[in-house]
């Protein structure tokens, strides 16, 4: 019975691929090898009288220490182990070997039984997949633009180093989660579409994506792809985003560059043809005026026109005059004296500057200035001439004995936060459509009748645009009209 | 009190002769008048002036290079002038005349009692 069993045993054994071979571990001698192992091995020990250690020789040298310590560490427990070997002609091959402890009855362990075989092709394979995935991080991580992938229900499963940077987050806590464990609902939201999009066209895309960064907004140009596993099956999300804040940025510089030089040479040209024409025009007036006054000198007591008429004559003159005078305004060369000023006292200033015509009319002014704002980097005096135009003007616009109000604000809204306002609201009638529609437009005035040029508001205008700041006028609900200009505060300018 | 005289030397012939009417019906001044810049200095010559009022922007001769031959002969350069600008802004003419040199700009259209101002303070 035993020997036939024994016979099957050997008869199994050399069919099999793997080597076999059992240790008598009281004798420390090899009881049986099966044929396979010459053919893993290119050679067989000689049982019964070979010793087990006697394999140790083909091990190669650099996993020799190591598989000696394992096969004696714990004789008596089962265990896995891979090493290369030696064959005689050289070749090296990886062996996986298992042992384990074969018992008598008793439970005491008598034999070791062993088991081996070559594993090099999956060795090799797993080599050239770990090389390949080197060299994939390698070139992943060592580029400025942001690569990750991600399985198709969103979760993160690949992330570049750039990626880690701009977010601020490692690679272990981003392996494995979605964007909602990341980002903002607002920001997963919009990351979440595109990944949609991508698994319901499964077409790649560009889309460029607004991301707060530490330094402030960046724009990316993101290409989104799809990842195909090798039976042609959606698995994957990929992503390459390239930051092209910068190249936005100087984009956007050259069309505001452009549209300055285009505005300078228009109003250079513009301011020429001023200049002429107030030579031209001066000129005439002069003598207009010349002969005013002479012909005062020369009324007859008797005249009860003349004198009037002579009046009139002589504001006719000062007001053409003050046209040609707004418009060597508007169109000269402005080269601002740029200094850090507080606001409030330019407006005070202002205010005491027209406080005649506040008094001839009683007006009042309220005054709702922000004792905590910010200083603004402007020209002292071109910032001054806007606030005595905006308050002539509310002067003019509010009824005797009416209101105007004057407030400054440093704290905006979140968009406007760089940002400082000021506001004069008049006490009048407000605009009428026709006149809002065309308000900064030179020459358009609703106070010819009392001597305005219709200059003012785009004098206003053109100081704020150099300033780079805003001018703006509306209605008010409750009647009169708001002029605001905007300001960037000190330091915040070309931020 | 002695009459001074005043040389008036604008291209704008309309011009010369009010301010002329105007500054003489005072009857503290005798003024001469020239219409041609390059004639300005053979004139003030035969007209020895107290006073020179001259237009910067003439067609056939600029006013500072009249000013420049008053400078280069010894019995002119002493006379006080106002230059007459149809360019210059009010607030700037200011600051021109404060500048150095001392030359004061009247900027047109400017009123008879205005000069005589500044004629009677670029005498006094």
């Known amino acids: 019975m035993l020997n036939s069993q024994a016979g099957h045993f050997q008869e199994l054994a050399s069919h099999i691929d793997a080597a076999l071979w059992l240790i008598d571990q009281s004798a420390d001698r090899l009881l049986y090898v099966s044929p396979a192992f010459e053919r893993l091995w290119g050679w067989r020990p000689a049982p019964p009288d070979a010793p087990p250690d006697i394999l140790i020789h083909s091990v190669h040298p650099q996993d020799r220490e190591r598989v000696m310590d394992q096969w004696h560490k714990d004789p008596h427990e089962n265990h896995v182990l891979q090493y290369k070997i030696v064959k005689p002609d050289n070749a090296i091959r990886w062996i996986e070997e298992k042992r384990w402890v074969i018992r008598d009855p008793k439970g ?33 991580d060592n580029t400025t633009a942001v690569i990750y992938l991600k399985a198709v229900q969103g979760r993160y499963t690949l992330v570049n180093r750039q990626f ?23 920001v997963a939201d919009a990351r979440c579409r595109h ?22 907004p960046h724009v990316y140009l993101s290409s989104r792809f799809p990842i195909y596993d090798a039976q042609g099956f959606l698995y994957g999300l990929g992503n390459i985003s390239a930051d092209i804040s910068g190249r936005k940025r100087t984009e956007r510089e050259l069309q505001e560059t452009q549209q300055q030089l285009i505005q300078a040479a228009k109003m250079e040209s513009v301011g020429r043809l001023a200049a002429g024409a107030a030579h031209e025009i001066k000129n005439p007036l002069a003598i207009l005026l010349q002969g005013v006054d002479f012909l005062r000198k020369h009324l007859h007591p008797d005249d009860p026109h003349s004198g009037d008429i002579l009046k009139t004559m002589e504001d006719a003159v000062r007001r053409a005059d003050a046209v040609i005078k707004d418009l060597l305004e508007f169109s000269g060369p402005s080269r601002l004296i740029m200094a850090d000023e507080d606001l409030n006292a330019l407006i005070e ?42 308050l002539i003007n509310a002067v003019d616009a509010t009824p005797e004995g009416g209101r105007i109000v004057v407030r400054t604000r440093g704290r905006l809204t979140p968009a406007l936060e760089d940002h400082v306002q000021a506001e004069i609201d008049n006490g009048g009638e407000t605009l009428p459509p026709d006149i809002l529609e065309h308000l900064f437009e030179p020459f358009v005035t609703t106070k010819r009748n009392r001597g305005g040029t219709g200059m003012g508001l785009s004098i206003i205008k053109n100081i704020m645009e150099t300033h780079q700041g805003r001018f703006d006028i509306g209605n008010l609900q409750e009647g009169g009209v708001r002029a605001r200009v905007t300001f960037k505060r000190a330091g915040a300018r070309n931020a | 009190m002695e009459m001074k005289k005043i040389l008036l030397v604008d291209d704008e012939e309309g011009l010369t002769r009010l301010m002329k ?78 500048g150095a040199g001392g030359y004061t700009f009247v900027p047109k259209p400017v009123t008879a009692a205005e000069l005589i101002a500044e004629i009677e303070q670029k005498l006094a």
């Open chain 2, 21 to 98: 009417l105007n500054l003489e019906q005072t009857g503290k001044f005798t003024v001469r008048t020239e219409n041609r810049g390059t004639h300005a200095l053979a004139a003030a010559k035969a007209f020895r002036p107290d006073l020179v009022i001259l237009d910067v922007i003439m067609p056939d001769m600029e006013g500072s290079d009249v000013m420049r031959q008053f400078k280069q002969d010894p019995s002119l350069m002493h006379v006080p002038v106002i230059f007459l600008t149809a360019t210059v802004m009010k607030g700037e003419g200011n600051l021109a005349s404060s």
């Open chain 1, 108 to 140: 005491i362990p008598f034999r070791l039984a062993a088991s081996a075989r070559d594993v090099t092709a999956e060795h090799d394979a797993k080599e050239v997949l770990e090389l390949t995935n080197a060299r994939l991080q390698a070139i992943v």
């Open chain 1, 164 to 186: 880690e940077k701009i977010f601020g987050i490692p690679k272990r806590d981003i392996l494995g989660k979605t964007d909602f464990d990341l980002f903002p609902k607002e």
């Open chain 1, 195 to 216: 990944d949609q999009k991508l698994l319901d066209t499964h077409e790649p895309f560009d889309v460029e994506e607004l991301n707060a960064q530490a330094d402030g």
């Open chain 1, 349 to 390: 200033k202002a205010i005491h500057l027209v406080r005649v015509d506040l008094q001839r009319k009683r007006i009042t002014i309220d005054r709702e200035l922000d004792p905590e704002i910010p200083v603004v980097c402007v020209d002292k005096n071109k910032i001054q001439q806007v606030f005595i135009n905006l």
